[in-house]
């Protein structure tokens, strides 16, 4: 059966036809908008509010492959400028965090720090661009909606996939919109987060149908489908399960340190002889590390605390590990004051303690490290971070971005570390680290399940980020490499959120943010692997295969086509 690309008219019988090109962008910045709000935005987003993500896309939709946007001068053109709107203006609210990243923690002037959030949006808007102009690719190609509206989730993913890749900022997937979904959610073991957004694409795909069916029962019957799914899949998040069985217990020190430019003398505590600023902190962190009476908050720790208080344990129930997280202290691995006090730690917790600080390697590299050590004191090893922040940790071409050198600490001096570890603990299980932004990353957390890690600690400083929706984007992150691979995170932080996450993703316990305390977190073991464990972004690929198996399908009918009516 062949079909006659390019021939067939411009459907116009559906209700919307919108041709002006300032109309189409103003739908685009309204899907920018939706899909902004389908995210955490101050605080943790309520479940319900994820609804948006399934018609965020549908005003881009309109503009991009709408019977009105066929019919423009320049179509493909006009397409990626909508799609560069929508991907310029979202990034820019959903990352607004990173002006006061830049300017009020990392010291930078005003107008550097709003130029880097406008240069980062503009770069990484140029994703939806793509999108919406091989979209729209395949609508001209083939003269029919419907062809590119089936053709819309694939080529979602195939560019969400690039994206993650190429320039490494997989921040804010449309996926992790759903994290809270228990019906959606599990599609991540298999898939990993990229299965949940080629659902919710489709969903704003059926959506369109609605508008520009053939007919208008057409139009009813997939409104009424679109509207079937849009409730029944978002009713997963009004599910309850019961709790995941936790058998052993961590303590994660949340010690609320102050990150940013000026604090540097403040967090200054070794380099001061006779100051007693070390003995007072760490005496501090010592107790609250051997203290597991301390209160919890169940679930969330926003926006409404529910504090429990735990009942203390006996001599046979200790925790396996105890977790200081990465923080600006003055925490040294080669400092003969830090063995000593991980000495101290061990004999006040006897438990695997794992303590964010950097190390320095075999050839004398610089690593973001966390240091593990075993109850007998014997040093167990150290995870260092493989995957750097760009900026912040490491300035990418660094002679022409001196200005970013007061961003951290040790900015532009760290080395990427590159082995995977996994330790063993002295229960007999293991468990692998991974430190703050490796959390984004799903196809590299996978391994470390993959090498046999039956628990995941991930320590980080939110503490950049301030009181914006970054900590709870961070946290929904984390929460999914829990579901795709099956695994309890203990989570420690900073200055939060700390907190315990079992393998549905849910957040079991935690501790309140901006507080100087310790969550004595129960958390259990996994030795199964999902299939997104062992194979990781496979269908991530399938799309990306099948994306350009039908764009150069498509393309090589529509060349044929246009050298056919050139001949006429």
């Known amino acids: 059966m062949r079909f006659a690309f390019g021939t067939a008219p411009v459907s116009a019988t559906g209700p919307v036809v919108v041709s002006s090109l300032g109309v189409r962008l103003a739908l685009a910045a309204l899907s920018a908008v939706l899909l902004n709000f389908a995210f955490p935005v101050a605080g943790p987003m309520p479940p319900m509010r994820a609804v948006l993500s399934m018609v965020a896309l549908l005003p881009m939709l309109v503009a991009v492959i709408g019977a009105g946007a066929a019919r423009a001068a320049r179509p493909l053109r006009e397409a990626a400028l909508c799609g560069y709107t929508t991907g310029a203006l979202w990034y820019g609210m959903n990352c607004y965090w990173i002006y006061a990243t830049m300017h009020q923690y990392g010291g930078l002037p005003p107008w550097v720090s709003a130029g880097i959030v406008v240069l ?81 694409a489709g969903v704003n795909a059926v959506w369109l149908g609605s508008f520009y069916a053939r007919t208008r029962r057409r139009q009813v019957r997939f409104a009424a489908g679109a509207l079937v799914l849009t409730c029944g899949l978002q009713a997963g998040s009004l599910l309850v399960r019961a709790p995941e069985v936790a058998g052993a217990e961590a303590v994660l020190l949340q010690p609320n340190l102050r990150v940013g430019a000026g604090t540097g003398d403040e967090n200054d505590w070794v380099d ?52 200081w997280p990465e923080s600006p202290s003055p925490f040294r691995a080669w400092d003969p004051r830090f063995a000593l006090l991980l000495q101290q730690l061990r004999i006040e917790t006897l438990a695997t303690t794992v303590v964010g600080a950097p190390a320095v390697g075999v050839r004398s590299e610089l690593y973001n490290a966390a240091v593990v050590t075993r109850p007998n004191g014997t040093a167990e090893g150290q995870y260092a971070k493989i995957h750097l922040v760009p900026w912040g940790e490491y300035v990418p071409f660094k002679r022409f971005f001196k200005f970013a050198g007061t961003l951290t600490q040790n900015v532009g001096r760290f080395d990427p570390g590159t082995e995977r570890t996994v330790f063993a603990l002295p229960d007999g299980h293991r468990m692998s680290i991974f430190i703050c932004y490796e959390a984004v990353f799903a196809s590299e957390i996978r391994l470390f399940a993959k090498n046999g890690a039956e628990v995941f600690v991930n320590i980080s400083d939110d503490g950049w980020y301030g009181d914006t929706s970054a900590p709870w984007q961070h946290l929904n992150m984390a929460r999914m490499r829990a579901i795709e691979n ?43 692997m999902t299939v997104y464990t062992r194979w990781g972004d496979w269908f991530a690929w399938l799309c990306e295969i099948l994306s350009l198996g039908g764009l150069g399908f498509v393309g090589r009918r529509y060349w044929q086509d246009s050298v056919a009516k050139r001949q006429v």
Not at 279 to 296: D, F, I, K, N, V
Not at 493 to 519: C, F, M, Q, W, Y
């Open 486 to 528: 099956n695994r309890w995170i203990v989570r420690d932080t900073n200055s939060g959120v700390t907190a315990a996450i079992d393998p549905l993703g849910r957040v079991t316990e935690s501790v309140g943010r901006h507080k100087l305390t310790a969550l004595t977190a129960d958390y259990g073991y996994r030795t199964r």
């Open 272 to 323: 001061r002889p006779g100051d007693p600023e070390w003995s007072r902190h760490t005496a501090e962190y010592l107790r609250l590390s051997g203290t597991p009476c301390t209160p919890y908050l169940l679930g969330m720790p926003e926006p409404v605390p529910i504090e429990v208080r735990r009942e203390c344990w006996g001599p046979a129930r200790q925790p396996t590990i105890v977790a």
């Open 120 to 200: 980062f949006s503009l770069i990484l808007g140029l994703y939806f661009a793509l999108f919406a102009l091989l979209a729209a690719f395949v609508r001209k190609a083939t003269g029919r909606l419907l062809f590119a509206a089936c053709a819309v989730p694939c080529l979602w993913i195939a560019v969400e996939y690039l994206a993650a890749h190429f320039t490494c900022v997989p921040w804010d997937q449309l996926g992790y919109s759903q994290v809270d979904n228990l019906v959606l959610t599990r599609l991540a073991p298999w898939t990993g987060v990229y299965g949940l957004s080629w659902v919710l």
